[in-house]
């Protein structure tokens, strides 16, 4: 589970997502850009967290890693 923090460019389109293991995380990296509580979603890939470099859980073969504690 990750929360994400999203990059979008002048017309409000997605163009990069940055992953975090907590909302704490998220607010701690992004200050004023902080866009507000988004958490909770299920990745499917490996990734870290951007600020504190923890390994976040993802659906994979095994589901029980994704059933992880989300907060
Ligand atoms: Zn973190």
Redesign the pocket.
């Known amino acids: 589970m990750a929360h994400i923090h999203t990059i979008e460019d002048q017309n409000g389109d997605a163009v990069e997502y940055h992953y ?3 909302d704490t ?1 998220n607010q701690l990296d992004n200050g004023e850009n902080y866009r507000g509580w988004y958490g909770c979603v299920e990745l499917h890939s490996p990734e870290n ?1 951007k ?2 470099n ?1 390994e976040l859980y993802y659906v994979s073969e095994n589901r029980k890693r994704a059933l992880r504690h989300c907060f």
Do not use: I, L
């Open positions: 975090y293991c907590s995380c967290c600020r504190c923890t």
